[in-house]
């Protein structure tokens, strides 16, 4: 070979394989832009970790159950709920209350460990949503784009794994906030790896619990993740389409008791769509909303504050 010849390269086939490998742990290898008529495609071979976490939830079959494996995987459910509601929708979206520079990175890996993205990616959606709520440019309005788009398939294509940095500008500063979005798979595998040795060690240390490494990943993990993934999409494809509307906003959100019981309050979409910049959104005593008493009580403990109220001249401009 020649001193100028070209060193081989790797077959297409195999180069696609290996960036599609990249971008699952590196989402900052994709800075591409996307073909406008690939945009809104799904993408396969990047849904695969998706479509994998179903399957695992087989794996109770082999596992079993126990009352252990289920208060894990009903504890992380709550605990990591209330991370994607009270941070990464109240707080980081819109920016509903005050914290500090730690706590505010806690709850953003405690919401990453959802496997829900990491903040910024979150947050840049989200406030997409609001802007163009009900419209094309909704990603996930199932009036533009029908109930399964809504619920899981518009983030599995190419269009909707990118994080819009020019919605985000306020976040973005944070650089501990922007590793969490590039390797937004780390804080996932951290926590399963803590359930398989958690489940481990009580096997030894205390057999009588009936638990063992792989039944907490199972449930604690991969069944936990699962439920709380459908939970936090009904948002999307149901509370714009069941419900109550309270308040005329340009969209078609509504309120819906059983989503907010579901989701810790998020169900009080109308209220919410209408009025997004309070920390509360059951706007009336027995409007049940998880989220609102959780941050009260971290209010109290000092752990965040200037908790933006409903203001009087909302709750007047309300048709019921």
Request: charged share 20%; hydrophobic share 50%; proline share 6%.
């Amino acid at each position: 070979m020649s001193a100028s010849a070209s060193p081989p390269q790797a077959p297409v086939p195999a180069r696609r394989v290996l960036a599609t490998l990249r971008r699952w742990v590196d989402t900052g290898s994709d800075t591409a832009e996307p073909d406008p008529a690939e945009a809104r495609r799904i993408d396969w071979a990047r849904a695969l970790p998706f479509l994998g976490m179903h399957l695992a939830c087989l794996g109770v079959l082999w596992v079993g159950v126990s009352w252990t494996a289920v208060l894990v995987a009903a504890l992380l459910y709550a605990v990591r709920m209330f991370a994607i509601t009270a941070f990464y929708h109240r707080y980081f979206s819109h920016r509903t209350f005050r914290t500090s520079r730690p706590v505010q990175f806690l709850f953003a890996a405690i919401g990453a460990a959802s496997v829900q993205r990491g903040p910024l990616w979150w947050a840049a959606h989200h406030r997409n949503h609001h802007r163009h709520a009900d419209r094309p440019e909704d990603l996930h309005s199932p009036h533009a784009h029908g109930f399964w788009r809504s619920h899981v398939g518009w983030f599995l294509t190419r269009e909707g794994f990118r994080t819009d940095w020019a919605r985000i500008p306020d976040l973005a500063r944070y650089p501990e906030l922007r590793w969490l979005d590039r390797f937004d798979t780390v804080v996932p595998l951290l926590l399963a790896v803590a359930l398989f040795a958690l489940g481990e060690l009580l096997a030894r240390v205390a057999p009588a619990l009936g638990t063992d490494g792989w039944q907490l990943l199972v449930w604690g993990f991969f069944v936990s993740t699962v439920v709380l993934f459908h939970a936090t999409f009904t948002i999307n494809s149901l509370a714009h389409r069941f419900g109550r509307r309270r308040f005329p906003t340009r969209d078609d959100s509504r309120n819906n008791l059983w989503l907010a019981l579901l989701t810790f309050g998020e169900g009080w979409h109308n209220n919410h769509h209408f009025f997004p910049g309070t920390a509360r959104q059951g706007f009336h005593w027995w409007e049940i909303d998880p989220t609102w008493y959780g941050l009260r009580l971290m209010a109290a403990l000092g752990l965040v504050h200037d908790l933006k109220p409903v203001p009087a001249w909302v709750l007047a401009r309300a048709e019921d």
